[in-house]
């Protein structure tokens, strides 16, 4: 055999082995295969995470106006079955990770009796708890909670708000129509403090002695004269009574957005001036 040929044979052998492999090239996803994606990831950020919510009415008021878009923790007292979009039967009844609400958490839940409805309420009592109104005043666990009275609540009269009856009809400093209402600070037992607005005289200032049962939870709303909960039955059209721990979805975080109803589609600059700018962020 030729030598020269010989020391070539290594050489030769040497370059093969220092060439890299070739990688095959990634293959991108197909734009379907994107939004696929993207859809996955929104419903499980939505489902376990965050999840937008609207307030149309004002039970909840003053803490919640008409109008208010929150922001709802999913993950803080467990996930079920009602945490999926329209109750897609991926996960069970029960809560997963599961964890009571304390009092004066404010939550998202689905409403019985038919439990399809999202409702927003204040939780007030807990399981083994007794709750009762005498005189406009909440009791707990036979005690009365402190409900001072402090500077009256105003809110501007907008397309989405409009003063329950004229006596609570108003100007403001700056003589704006605004709706002028009694405001009271309650205090729970264990230091939760809250406003609450109480309108009138009616009977649901003075209940029965409710007893909370095991599993469920007392819900009021903030604005007393104006709020089905659960000092009512829970019937179509009307109260919520006891609520099932089960069917809370989550509690509210921050506040996201909030508009007075006056914005226009076809009107982009109303999206700015309807906003209600001094709302957006605050916690609960």
Aim: proline share 9%; with cysteine.
């Amino acid at each position: 055999m030729d030598l020269r040929m010989s020391e070539t044979i290594p050489e030769a052998a040497a370059a093969a082995a220092s060439v890299t492999p070739a990688k095959p090239e990634k293959k991108e996803d197909s734009f379907p295969v994107f939004l696929l994606k993207l859809f996955l990831v929104v419903v499980i950020f939505r489902s376990f995470v965050f999840a937008p919510f609207y307030i149309p009415s004002e039970s909840m008021l003053p803490r919640l106006l008409n109008g208010d878009y929150l922001l709802l923790a999913k993950w803080p007292y467990g996930v079920s079955r009602r945490s999926l979009p329209m109750g897609v039967p991926l996960l069970p009844e029960k809560r997963i990770l599961a964890s009571t609400p304390e009092r004066g958490d404010v939550v998202v839940f689905k409403a019985p009796p038919l439990g399809q409805d999202d409702w927003i309420k204040r939780v007030i009592g807990l399981p083994g708890d007794t709750v009762q109104m005498k005189g406009g005043q909440l009791w707990l666990n036979g005690k009365p909670i402190p409900k001072e009275p402090i500077a009256n609540f105003e809110v501007a009269v907008s397309p989405n708000t409009h003063c329950i009856t004229t006596q609570y009809e108003a100007k403001n400093a700056a003589g704006e129509d605004v709706c002028s209402y009694p405001r009271f600070r309650e205090t729970l037992p264990n230091g939760k403090s809250y406003d609450v607005l109480d309108l009138f005289v009616k009977p649901s200032d003075d209940t029965e002695v409710f007893t909370v049962p095991e599993g469920h939870l007392f819900l009021m709303g903030d604005n007393r004269d104006n709020s089905e909960d659960s000092r009512f039955p829970a019937e179509i059209g009307g109260g919520i009574g006891f609520v099932p721990i089960d069917n809370v979805l989550g509690r509210a975080t921050v506040m996201m957005w909030s508009t007075d109803g006056g914005a226009e589609w076809l009107k982009p600059w109303t999206w700015f001036t309807a906003a209600r700018w001094n709302r957006i962020g605050g916690t609960f």
